[in-house]
Structures are given as structure tokens and as C-alpha cells.
């Protein structure tokens, strides 16, 4: 079927085959080469069809309206598609006019390149407007960030970025299309030099301030980017959020709880309300997201630290004692010092990071015989008591030796469950005057021993494992407990997967405790989430960050002069599952004081 693109024809279907419409005497071959075929969509000012030209499907959009300003605007877009090409924006295919027959108005017609696929609006409607997840955000953002890069490398910017403006392709990649409002940057700063007002182009919740005034700048782009990706991430309009009164800020976080902070203050970032505070330029964007799309690999993002419920924390069952679960926020402002070492915070990330990448990269099933040949037993034992770890080799390094000397006790397990929090069946992990209870699969371990079979399994030197390995051995009482979750697949596959530290840590009392908390994120590792809170006299902080192959939430108590650190690392697909264990088995932490 071919359609007569005339507006007042009285019958627009005729067959295949034919030049002329059979209703109103109409051309049927626009411009010697292309047959409408259907048509898309219509608007207020216009239609889009989609044409055939030598077997390739094209859209052909129709100015219905004979106005000159409109007519500008129609022929920019056409300009602008013939200078930019990237496969993320449709390629045009020319510009003409069109007389239908006995008529005195020309129809204005642009043919450019289709896109199939659906525009992000219709996308998120047919997905009951569910939002998007973290990942895939980067990855749009990503895509869109270059599109406009080669928009505005062409001194163009494009002054109606929204959902219905992009495309989501049949590939997976998105395209921005509708350029009828793009303008050249020159030609604005010409007209403003002039005392002329750029067009307002305004999109109800997308557009900002200046645009919406006539003073339209390439950074515009940037805040119609931050606000589709807050439709994109909440699944609703931004026009439906209010403003900080305060700060002009978006309030729309709390519908986002499934991204992390950092993609959050990037997106906050393109929506600042004065343009001079957004990102200056695309490769600022791209930039930023260079470095999280370095750190974040492809996961499931369902959960946000965001999301759990904030828990009080316990007060102490017996004197001394502290027990902790996670979250609210403190704020602190003294001056950081460390006598322990300048850099021992940084470190300490370091270390979590280096030791978690080994014992996950360098064969587990080893570190698993490791531990079965000192099997611990599970003992009944009495309230802790002060405990220190000795200083020699030969009594820290074997586990099966009994610790009947205080001053020389190595982590142990126990059955004794007296507390109501302590789920059925747990056992109990001891050392160095901590406690903290996990499931029966949990097995303990020496850190020394394990970093020594590290090193053989290494096959080359490696000096960042010597320097650790030496660092533990002067230190023994910096890892207070390490424990693994052993699980048996099969009878010669071993898998383990999940590990909890626990670390102490002398420091000087007057340490900032944020600043600590800051510097204690490995290299390499992307944060998303931290939150601090003080109860009485114990300042803690939980945070969640992620690695290339793993997630980890670690839970930071100052008393004082101390930091305890409780560390669990899983698998970064296994997180999600393994979660509710390690906020049940937090809850059971003990420290003497």
C-alpha cells in the first residue's frame, strides 16, 4: 500500500504500484525515490511516515504548519542531521518540499534514517514504570554523554533532551533524535551579544532556568540529561519532586534507593541549578563515568545499603561491652593523627583489598586444607575475658596449641549461645577480646599460615604479599579473627567465597573519625555507601563498597584510642544472599574494652 501524504486528501490508500493518488491526483513517489508506506505518528504541527526507498525503511517527517518560525526551526533540524554523525543520532536523507495537487501551501519534508525501537517514555510505561537499574544507568549515561559529546564538538547543543527524545534500539544502544530545537552555539552567542533572546524552548520538568528564559548554553543539555535520568531511575516525572528550599536541589534520592551516592552526586551534578556549576563540558561527564565504569562491573543492583531499615544500637548487656548493628549519621571535626602509622588507615584498605583479591584469586580449595588440617573444634567457653595475642611466631602460628595462657590465646569457636540474637546452631569466633558469632559452616583461620600458603601459591615474588605477610607477623593482634565460609559442592570442588575479618587497631583519640572512615576505602574499590552515627561514647560507621569480583560491608566502632573494624566480603553475586547473615551475625559483636 502506498499513502498520499496530501492533508486533505479524502481517501490516502492506494495500491503499490501506482505514481499518482487515485482520490485527490497527488504525486505517490516523493521526490522520484521515495513511497510512503504507513504512517507513525502525528502531532500538533506535523506528521511522521515511514518511506521506502530502494527496500530501505525511512521516516519522513511533514511540517504541517506554514509558519516561519516553525519553518526554521524544520530546516535547522535538517542542517544539523547532515553535519553530525554518530550511530546514535539518524543520519538525514534530504530536505524538500512538497505541492500536493490544487494546493497553494507547500508541505515541508525531512527524510532521515529509522530507528527502531521505543522512546525511553514508552519503555518505562510498558515496564509498569519501573525504574532502571544502577548498571544500566552507567551504561545509558554513558551513551548519551557521547552522543552529546559529538553534538556539541559540532558547536550544536540540542535544548530538548527527554524520554520521548531518545530512542532505545532494537540493539540495545540508544539514539537521540527530534533536532528540530537544536542550535548552533555561535549563532547563540551572536544573538546574545546583540541583545537578542535565544528561543525558549520549555519541556515541563526538563528544561532549566535559563533555557526557559532564552538564555539556552550547551550546559543546558546537561540538566535535561540529570533530570531524564531521574525519570529513568524513579520512574517518575521530575516535576513530581519538590525542591530543597534551601539549596534549589531535587529531592528525589529517596525514590533511587538502588544506586549508589556516587551516581546520585553525579547525576545532582549535571542538575546543579546555575550552569556555570555543572559539568563544563562532555569529557568532564565522560570522565567521571570513566572512573566508575572502571571500578563497577556488571551486577545486580536491588540492593542498596539505602534500603535497610536504620537499627539502634544495643546498649551494653555487661559492663565494657558494646553491641553493635548499623546506621544514622555523626558528624566530627578533630584533626587526624595515628601512632600506629601515618598512612594506617589507607592501609588497612589496602590490606582488606589485597588479602581479599588473593584468597579469592589463588586456589580457595588449598586454603580450605589449609584450615581442615587445624581443624577448630568446637569448646564451650566462659565469659572473655582481657586477651592479648603474644608476639611469637611459634605460638600464633599453631592453632591446635592449647591457650591456656591468656596472653597468648589464638581465635576459638564455641557452641554457647546465651544470647537471644544468636540465631540456632550458630558458633561462636573468640580473639583478642572480641566476639562475634556466625553459621556452622564458618571455619577459622591463622592469617599468618594462610598468607605464607599465599605466597608458594603465588609462584613469583610478590612484594605488596611480603610487606602484608610482615606487617601481620609484627603486628599479631591486628587481625583479631578471620573466619571462611567453607561449602562443599561436590567432593572434590571446594568453594569459599565468603570471609569475615575482624581488626584492632590502636590510634591516637583525637582521630577525625570520618576522614579515617574516608581513607580507609581500598584503591580500586567504588563506595556506595557510608553512614556514621555516635551512641554514648562509640563512634560507628558502616559502609558498603564494591570490587571487581567481590562486595563488601564493613561495620567501624571507635572506642577511644581503638578501632574494630568487622569486615565481611562475598562474592559479588552471592551478596545479596549472603547479607541478611552478615547484619544477623553484627548483632552479635562483642568487644572488651
Not at 275 to 297: A, W
Not at 299 to 318: D, N
Not at 467 to 477: A, D, R
Request: some cysteine; aromatic content about 10%; overall charge neutral.
Amino acid at each position: 500500500m502506498t499513502l498520499c501524504i496530501n492533508p486533505h486528501c479524502p481517501r490516502p490508500q492506494n495500491s503499490e504500484n501506482i505514481l499518482f493518488c487515485q482520490a485527490c491526483g497527488s504525486e505517490l513517489l516523493l521526490e522520484g525515490r521515495y513511497r510512503v508506506t504507513r504512517q507513525l505518528g502525528i502531532g500538533g504541527f506535523g506528521k511522521t511516515f515511514e518511506v521506502n526507498h530502494n527496500n530501505n525503511l525511512k521516516v519522513l517527517k511533514i511540517l504541517m504548519l506554514d509558519d516561519a518560525k516553525a519553518v526554521s526551526l524544520f530546516q535547522q533540524e535538517a542542517q544539523v542531521l547532515s553535519y553530525l554523525n554518530h550511530p546514535g543520532i539518524p543520519k538525514g536523507d534530504g530536505y524538500f518540499t512538497f505541492s500536493p495537487k490544487n494546493s497553494q501551501i507547500p508541505l515541508h519534508c525531512l527524510v532521515m534514517e529509522k530507528i527502531e525501537g521505543l522512546d525511553l517514555c514508552q519503555y518505562i510505561e510498558q515496564r509498569g514504570n519501573r525504574p532502571i537499574d544502577e548498571k544500566l544507568a552507567l551504561l545509558w549515561l554513558t551513551q548519551l554523554a557521547n552522543i552529546l559529546h559529538e553534538v556539541h564538538q559540532q558547536n550544536f547543543f540540542h535544548r530538548d533532551i527527554k524520554p520521548p527524545n531518545i530512542m532505545l534500539k532494537a540493539d540495545g544502544n540508544l539514539a537521540l533524535i527530534d533536532f528540530g530545537t537544536a542550535r548552533e552555539v555561535t549563532q547563540t552567542y551572536h544573538q546574545k551579544a546583540a541583545g537578542q533572546n535565544v528561543t525558549g524552548i520549555i519541556s515541563l520538568g526538563y528544561t532549566p532556568l535559563e533555557q526557559a528564559n532564552g538564555k539556552a548554553v550547551p550546559q543546558s543539555d546537561f540538566f535535561a540529561l540529570g533530570r531524564t535520568f531521574v525519570y529513568l531511575l524513579t520512574g517518575k516525572s521530575p516535576n513530581q519532586f519538590s525542591e530543597d528550599p534551601r539549596t534549589g536541589k531535587l529531592m528525589w534520592r529517596d525514590s533511587a534507593l538502588q544506586i549508589s551516592k556516587q551516581v546520585a552526586g553525579l547525576i545532582d551534578y549535571l542538575m546543579e541549578a546555575f550552569p556555570g556549576k555543572r559539568p563544563q563540558n562532555t569529557q568532564m561527564i565522560l570522565k567521571c563515568l570513566s572512573e566508575m565504569n572502571s571500578t563497577v562491573q556488571p551486577y545486580s543492583p536491588s540492593f542498596s545499603a539505602s534500603q535497610l531499615p536504620p537499627r539502634e544500637i544495643e546498649k551494653p548487656t555487661r559492663k565494657s561491652q558494646i553491641k553493635t548493628s548499623a546506621t544514622t549519621q555523626f558528624q566530627s571535626s578533630k584533626t587526624e593523627t595515628n601512632i600506629f602509622s601515618s598512612k594506617t588507615a589507607e592501609f588497612i584498605g589496602g590490606v582488606i583489598a589485597f588479602a581479599i583479591f588473593f584468597l579469592i584469586k589463588f586456589g580457595s580449595r588449598n586454603i580450605y586444607q589449609l584450615f581442615n588440617s587445624h581443624p577448630s573444634q568446637p569448646v564451650v567457653t566462659s565469659a572473655p575475658t582481657e586477651l592479648q595475642t603474644s608476639n611469637s611466631d611459634e605460638s600464633a602460628n599453631n592453632p591446635e596449641q592449647a591457650n591456656t595462657d591468656s596472653t597468648s590465646q589464638q581465635p576459638s569457636i564455641s557452641e554457647e549461645n546465651t544470647s537471644q540474637n544468636i540465631p540456632f546452631g550458630w558458633k561462636k569466633f573468640e580473639g583478642s577480646g572480641a566476639e562475634l558469632w556466625l553459621p556452622p559452616s564458618w571455619e577459622s583461620g591463622d592469617f599468618r599460615k594462610i598468607l605464607d600458603k599465599l605466597k608458594t601459591n603465588s609462584g613469583s615474588r610478590n612484594p605488596d604479599l611480603e610487606n602484608l605477610t610482615q606487617i601481620v607477623k609484627q603486628n599479631p593482634s591486628f587481625f583479631t579473627i578471620l573466619a571462611f565460609d567453607t561449602k562443599t559442592k561436590t567432593a572434590n570442588s571446594i568453594s569459599i567465597g565468603n570471609i569475615v575479618m575482624i581488626i584492632n587497631e590502636k590510634i591516637h583519640s583525637d582521630t577525625n573519625f570520618k576522614n579515617y572512615l574516608n581513607k580507609s576505602i581500598p584503591n580500586g574499590f567504588i563506595l556506595l555507601d557510608m553512614k556514621t552515627y555516635k551512641v554514648e561514647d562509640y563512634y560507628v560507621g558502616r559502609i558498603i563498597q564494591l570490587g571487581k569480583n567481590s562486595k563488601q560491608i564493613q561495620y567501624v566502632i571507635k572506642d577511644g584510642g581503638t578501632i574494630w573494624t568487622v569486615f565481611f566480603s562475598a562474592r559479588k553475586d552471592e551478596f545479596e544472599q549472603e547479607l541478611p547473615i552478615f547484619e544477623a551475625s553484627i548483632k552479635t559483636f562483642l568487644f572488651k574494652r
